[in-house]
């Protein structure tokens, strides 16, 4: 790229001057005129000051696999609850949705996000999938790994047998919840494949663009209200999901898939800042760069 126009692109986007390792890469059709392309580039900001709007950002045209706007999306960082989408297809390819699972006491005293389980409690495995991908609870989702192959250590060797099938070379994992852990990680590329594997699921398709549901005990008279984690859902128009997360090391993280239009977009974000407005920002972008789908022939 020209100086003078890595200049502009970098006044554009609020963003300093650096190596290429650092440079967020924005991807633009070879018809695209200069004058379109930069005034779609000032229709938002990817950084402030001199801190990146998130350590890895991936956007993506599904329909034709090409990268709209990329940043670090090779960097290994921890992925937070993100991890749940692979904790889910390895749910759904080794349990049975209908089978009654026990919350042991280890599941009921996860931290961070639960749902208050109480050990001796008893659910449908669905229900605790529902828990897990609606609202992040840590509690049924450690419930549910027990159950599927014996205890958590068993589960994450079948994650990471997963992880290898599906080729992700810079993903791995240590537990399967999302706890931070030196050895726990992905990148923004390995976590979109993951999720367009993933969204091939009916299931998971389904219940990752719910925004509120109701699960109930087997065993007790106990109800929990599950509300959707992603605020995206429902407010901007397309979002289908698909995951957030958020610990201290990983900062806020989200995927979103958007389908607008005969659009479709898969858009990932690692530690990011103000994650809310910069994946409106980013999804706005995208939709706006994605050229209009040809009517097919009657």
């Keep these: 790229m020209p100086v003078f126009a890595a200049a502009l692109l970098a006044v554009l986007l609020n963003a300093p001057l650096s190596g290429a390792a650092s440079k967020p890469t924005l ?43 990329e940043y670090e999306s090779d960097r290994r960082l921890s992925p ?62 450690l419930a549910a790994i027990e159950h599927v192959a014996g205890s958590e250590e068993q589960f994450v060797d079948l994650m990471n047998a997963k992880v290898r099938t599906l080729g992700l070379s810079d993903t791995h994992f240590s537990n399967g919840c999302g706890f931070d852990a030196p050895d726990h990680y992905a990148t923004a590329n390995d976590l ?43 407010r901007l128009p397309g979002v289908e999901g698909v995951k957030t997360g958020f610990t201290s090391r990983a900062g806020r993280c989200l995927i ?4 607008q239009d005969g659009k479709e977009l898969l858009l990932v974000l690692l530690h990011a800042n103000r994650r809310w407005n910069t994946a409106t920002s980013l999804i706005n972008y995208g939709l706006q760069s994605v050229e209009e789908p040809v009517a097919s022939l009657r």
């Excluded at 005034?39 to 696999?65: C, N, Q, V, W, Y």
């Excluded at 949705?97 to 006491?105: A, E, F, G, I, N």
């Design 27 to 69: 991807v633009s059709s070879p018809a695209t005129s200069p004058v379109s392309f930069l005034e779609r580039s000032r229709s938002f900001r990817l950084s402030h000051g001199h801190s990146p709007a998130a350590h890895g950002i991936l956007l993506k045209d599904l329909t034709s696999g090409k990268t709209l706007y």
């Design 80 to 141: 937070a609850s993100l991890t749940k989408i692979m904790t889910a297809l390895v749910i759904l390819e080794y349990g049975q949705l209908q089978d009654h699972v026990t919350v042991s006491r280890k599941a009921a005293a996860a931290p961070r996000t639960h749902l208050r389980l109480r050990a001796g409690q008893v659910f449908r495995l669905e229900d605790l999938l529902k828990a897990m991908l609606i609202t992040s609870a840590n509690d049924a989702c």
């Design 192 to 234: 979109a494949k993951l999720s367009e594997i993933a969204l091939q699921n009916p299931i998971f398709r389904a219940l990752v663009r719910e925004e509120i549901e109701v699960i109930s005990a087997v065993n007790v008279n106990r109800s929990f209200l599950l509300k959707t984690t992603n605020r995206l859902l429902g």
């Design 256 to 259: 979103a898939k958007v389908s």
